[in-house]
């Protein structure tokens, strides 16, 4: 069974400009989540889809992050501009339902430097 | 909200010598209890998970978690450290479908 993808694995971008984070979850899971990873901390959920609806986004900077899941398959996470405080790995998971009793399956993230 | 402690960023044990790596919840309802754990350059794998049945639980790799209400804890174990273990450990808690991660415990395993 292929695992969660990410792309890119590593990106290098100076403040004030964009980036955009892939993820394609495992097949037939309805749930995406998006975490950020910064160095020295656990995980941080930004937003959590269930096939292509938002569920919880409440930790998401809006004014500069945007992340969409058409058709409820892959998903992008979009950060623009850029500041020095979002470097951090990004890191997709999905499940097959509701994470209460389940398991998350984590991608290898995306790790963002912002310069 | 909930949320976990980890107790200590860092633990160095010696081969063989027994794991413990702390973690405490806080919770208003009956929580749902998991480690993971994250090599190098990798994402998360799950280790084991406590999901109000038994209280001692055990996952891959010979490690194992004991779910304490009166302690609001949930310490990760293993009885004998092998070099492969060496990794960053994770507790999360989660409510109504609202996963919270510790900050994480990095194990070192001397030879």
């Known amino acids: 069974e292929a695992g969660v993808a990410q792309s890119p694995r590593y990106k290098i971008i100076e403040k004030r400009q964009s980036v955009a984070f892939w993820c394609n979850p495992i097949?037939?899971?309805?749930?995406l989540y998006w975490y950020q990873q910064i160095l020295g901390q656990g995980p941080k959920l930004l937003i959590q889809f269930q096939n292509n609806g938002v569920v919880d986004d409440s930790q998401l900077p809006k004014d500069r992050f945007s992340a969409e899941r058409l058709k409820g398959v892959d998903s992008t996470l979009k950060i623009q501009p850029a500041k020095l405080e979002d470097s951090a790995v990004y890191l997709c998971?999905?499940?097959?339902?509701?994470?209460?009793?389940?398991?998350?399956?984590f991608g290898e993230g995306s790790r963002l430097t912002v310069l | 909200a909930q949320s976990v402690t980890q107790l200590g960023s860092h633990v160095s044990v010696s081969e063989g010598a027994l794991v413990l790596l702390r973690c405490n919840y806080s919770?208003?309802?009956?929580?749902?209890l998991f480690w993971y754990v994250q090599y190098p350059n990798q994402g998360l794998q799950l280790l084991l998970k406590?999901?109000?049945?038994?209280?001692l639980v055990k996952g891959i790799n010979g490690f194992e978690a004991e779910f304490k209400k009166s302690e609001t804890s949930f310490h990760l174990t293993k009885p004998s450290a092998h070099m492969s273990d060496a990794a960053e450990y994770f507790c999360a808690v989660t409510t109504n479908n609202d996963m919270r991660f510790g900050a994480g415990t990095r194990l070192t395993v001397k030879p």
């Open positions: 998971a999905s499940s097959i339902a509701a994470i209460d009793t389940g398991e998350l399956f």
């Open positions: 406590y999901t109000s049945a038994a209280t």
């Open positions: 097949s037939g899971h309805a749930t």
């Open positions: 919770s208003s309802v009956p929580p749902y």
